[in-house]
């Protein structure tokens, strides 16, 4: 069981399975993290032959999210003290539970699904000293399916070692970036967002604050690395209003296995 959810958490990072996961993943973008006035509204996203699909996001007077919907599906958002919850119309819940204005674990009720049976992944966070996110504990069922530790430097997440407790096997990716700064990045273009249940509102500590353009997975036991190259288009107020990421599965001698890629065109609404 475990062997099994580490491959689904492996394609996790391929766009490839943007499209199949897409109810899994939690399609949000934190309001306005960086103080521009301006709310991610909708994104139009184009995977090429695996189709295209559009989210819309709706915010309440103070600037939370409170339903995103795509395919006539919505989760909806609500909140606590301590606690953000989103639920969609057939019961599959996602939630945040919060201290100190950082998430300390999370729960997903049907992250996973064998035979028909939904199994629950919940997730525990710890940060480091400087206020970043750095050790993600995941448990499948209860059971602790891999542990991920972060790295950061000059404010940037530099490399996640994902150790999944079934064999041993250490996964490795490390990112690039540019000098853009990041505002308000979307999920596919923030690099903690394939590690953590993501959420809106900054709840998971400090963000790196460059725009990512690579990153290079690799595994200890696996003859292979898969990386990803993002591109963007900004706006006046830096919001990437267009973001590409190609991705490609290479061998150690340069043979490519598999290519993807995905486009989203973002709309903000500013103040």
Same mark, same amino acid.
């Given at each position: 069981?475990?062997?099994?959810?580490?491959?689904?958490?492996?394609?996790?990072? +391929?766009?490839? !399975?943007?499209?199949?996961?897409?109810?899994? #993943?939690?399609?949000? +973008?934190?309001?306005?993290?960086?103080? %521009?006035?301006?709310?991610?509204?909708?994104?139009? +996203?184009?995977?090429?032959?695996?189709?295209?699909?559009?989210?819309?996001?709706?915010?309440?007077?103070?600037?939370?999210?409170?339903?995103? $919907?795509?395919?006539?599906?919505?989760?909806?958002?609500?909140?606590?003290?301590?606690?953000?919850?989103?639920?969609?119309?057939?019961?599959?819940?996602?939630?945040?539970?919060?201290?100190?204005?950082?998430?300390?674990?999370?729960?997903?009720?049907? =992250?996973?699904?064998?035979?028909?049976?939904?199994?629950?992944?919940?997730?525990?966070?710890?940060?480091?000293?400087?206020?970043?996110?750095?050790?993600?504990?995941?448990?499948?069922?209860?059971?602790?399916? !891999? $542990?991920?530790?972060?790295?950061?430097?000059?404010?940037?997440?530099?490399?996640?070692?994902?150790?999944?407790?079934?064999?041993?096997?250490?996964?490795?990716?490390?990112?690039?970036?540019?000098?853009?700064?990041?505002? %308000?990045?979307?999920?596919?273009?923030?690099? #903690?967002?394939?590690?953590?249940?993501?959420?809106? /509102? /900054?709840? =998971?500590?400090?963000?790196?604050?460059?725009?990512?353009?690579?990153?290079?997975?690799?595994?200890?036991?696996? %003859?292979?690395?898969?990386?990803? *190259?993002?591109?963007?288009? =900004? *706006?006046?107020? /830096?919001?990437?209003?267009?973001?590409?990421?190609?991705?490609?599965?290479?061998?150690?001698?340069?043979?490519?296995?598999?290519?993807?890629? +995905?486009?989203? %065109?973002?709309?903000?609404?500013?103040?």
């Amino acid at each position: 069981m475990q062997k099994t959810i580490k491959y689904v958490m492996v394609a996790f990072v +391929a766009i490839i !399975s943007i499209a199949s996961c897409k109810k899994e #993943i939690n399609w949000n +973008a934190k309001p306005d993290p960086n103080g %521009n006035g301006c709310k991610l509204t909708t994104v139009n +996203a184009d995977l090429g032959i695996l189709g295209q699909y559009s989210i819309n996001y709706v915010y309440d007077a103070s600037g939370k999210l409170t339903k995103a $919907t795509s395919d006539g599906e919505s989760r909806i958002y609500t909140y606590t003290e301590t606690k953000i919850t989103g639920v969609l119309p057939d019961g599959e819940k996602t939630e945040l539970t919060i201290s100190g204005g950082k998430a300390v674990s999370s729960y997903n009720s049907d =992250f996973f699904n064998v035979n028909g049976v939904s199994i629950p992944v919940t997730r525990t966070y710890a940060y480091n000293a400087d206020g970043y996110l750095s050790v993600v504990k995941s448990y499948l069922d209860k059971s602790l399916n !891999s $542990t991920a530790e972060l790295t950061y430097s000059n404010g940037n997440l530099i490399q996640s070692k994902i150790t999944y407790t079934e064999d041993g096997e250490v996964e490795t990716t490390t990112y690039e970036y540019s000098s853009q700064l990041a505002v %308000n990045p979307y999920e596919t273009s923030d690099p #903690i967002s394939v590690i953590v249940d993501y959420m809106p /509102g /900054g709840y =998971f500590g400090k963000h790196s604050k460059n725009v990512v353009i690579k990153s290079i997975q690799r595994s200890a036991k696996l %003859n292979a690395q898969l990386v990803s *190259d993002y591109s963007y288009k =900004f *706006d006046a107020k /830096g919001n990437a209003i267009y973001t590409s990421v190609k991705s490609a599965q290479k061998l150690s001698d340069g043979t490519v296995l598999n290519e993807s890629s +995905a486009i989203f %065109n973002l709309v903000y609404n500013c103040k």
